[in-house]
């Protein structure tokens, strides 16, 4: 055998089966030297065994290689009906991804299979996961739900019938258990001073409603309190309330309403695959944020998203002051603990933001502590211009305005910062302090958004509010000190509320009057409001010529779109969209414009029938009803195509009920 030669396995066990033999005859070569007779019979018999040995070994190869081939028929037949008849859609494709071949279970999934077709007119998922090099994917055909494997190598798909596993696992997830809270919104402001009759028959009838609504959808229901009910349900039967669109809102208003007091319910829910004790934070959370953006709607949080339904109507003012009381005392205790105290407004202020701010400062002040506000000179546009420079020749004024390297520089452990006019941490003026303060307080009157200050120690929300300016006018009225404001701080805070009430038009309630007339005589003067609200000629120009680019989009509907390229004041394109709302026969105005910094502005306004802050809230901005707006990245004419889908939106859920996410 050569060198590098090797004996195969079969070889080398046939070798050793001719052994026995190769001795035998070896002794018979030695016997035959004496006994060589019996030598030859030896040889014989030998000769003999040798011959049986090799024709039954033959017969046993034989006899394998039938089995063998039998086998490999087997093999090959239950390959080709597996590969035919098995419940396993497959199917192979070409280069041009088109169907060279599929089995029978294919042609059953896809009724227009055919040799030749193009995978996109199967479905697009194919061609989808072919691009992307996709193993896997669900595919669903009618009320059928396959599981699709791909091997882009042999270019073959294969389909596995998932409907059953995917039934049970639908049926898990519709038995998941759904907690909510109920509240009605006004309870005690709407029952103060009527009879205990009409209050008992008002009760009653509430409780009617919520019970018959409650047993038509398969919830469990219990009044906690005189204002509060608990509910438990499935996942199954909230998604019936979703395509109801909670109807129970508009029914529990419209009855109350007919005894001539309307009420109004706010409806928190938790659900998702969380624990039960998650899933009833989870129901409070979302009851705070329903009643932080005014009430009358429901929030749905699950799984980190949140869904909001109904919120069409205004918030009732409240007319009790006993949570103003409460916060201004908590706010003094709060200052009162602080070392030092810093202000912030949000981006672009207005006259609400600034003016509230230096409501704040004078509260600091009355309990003797150091304040100040932050208010970057890149942030003083031509809406609060004005009134900057009435500040600059009040000197000791003008000195409690920082930037943010000095409002850094002032931060310690015991500063106190006091968030006025919004609260998103995304909006405010300098978002990096936020994170260096371990004491914040919120002062807002805005609706509550998801988006809000991480763990603030007091919030004081109140979207019924005109303005955060009345707000901190209140609170100014409940600090124990006989100082009176300078003349400038409450024309600065009635500026506040002039402007975000339009002059008393909008959003205006008895409190908002109230608080006016304190500021007024404490020496608010109204010329001097005026001149900070007046305009120049370059600036009326600037709004003609934005207003001349308006379109009546639909329904009333008004938007102006400013011309490309062209960069516009935050304040301005905010006033053009108040003056476009004065036009006759416009239910809602909107106004695109550019910014200094590259992004797009919408401002929107309404007379109240028109929501605006929900076709904000889609376009990812806020507000509210009357009064919203938002700033997106896109060019001006991308965001006026996406805002006439936004209106689209809410028209379309206007005439169905529907809701806005």
Known sequence: MGSGQQVSPERERRFFRFVPYLLIVALLFVVAVDHPVIAAIGAVLTTG???LHILEERRGRKSWEKYVAGISIQVEDTGQDALTNMPIGILLYDEETRVTWFNDPMREIFDNLAMGNILTDLDPLFVEMIAVDEDQATLEIGESVY????????????????????QVEQQLVDNQTVIGVIYLDNYDEMTQGIEDQLRSELNSRVTQLLNHWAADHGTYIKRTASDRYFIVTTEENL???????????????????????????????????DPIPALGLMAQSSLDLALGRGGDQVVIKRDGKVRFYGGKTNPTEKRTRVRARVIANSLRDLMQESSRILIMGHRNPDMDSLGSSIGILKLAEMNDKEAHIVLPEAEIGQGIRRMMNEISEEPKLATRFVNAFQADQLIDDQALLIIVDTHKPSLVVVPALLDRFERMVVIDHHRRGEDFIEE????????????????VTELIEYQPTNQKLAMLEATALLAGIIVDTKGFTLRTGSRT?????????????????????????????EQSQILERTEIYAAGMAIATAEPGVI??????????????SLQGIRAAFVIAELQDGRTAISARSLGEVNVQLIMETLGGGGHLTNAA???????????TELRKAIDHYLEDETKGEETE
């Open 147 to 166: 599981r699709v494997f791909s091997n882009s190598e042999n270019r073959t798909f294969y389909l596995f019938d998932m409907t059953e596993e995917a």
């Open 513 to 541: 009057f109230d608080a006016a007339s304190y500021l007024r005589s404490q020496g608010a003067d109204t010329v001097l409001v005026q001149e900070f609200l007046s305009q120049d000629l370059e600036t009326y120009v």
């Open 49 to 51: 065994l040798f011959a």
């Open 630 to 640: 938002t700033q997106m990245t896109e060019s001006v004419l991308t965001v006026a």
């Open 239 to 273: 998604r019936i309330l979703e395509r109801s669109k909670f109807s129970i809102l508009d029914t529990v208003r419209e009855e109350t309403s007919q005894r001539g007091v309307q009420l109004t319910l706010s409806i928190g829910i938790g659900c998702g695959s």
């Open 568 to 581: 516009h004041d935050q304040v301005l394109i905010a006033q053009t969209a108040d003056q476009l709302l």
């Open 456 to 471: 603030p120690v007091l919030v004081y929300l109140e979207p019924y509010a005109s303005s955060t300016s009345e707000l």
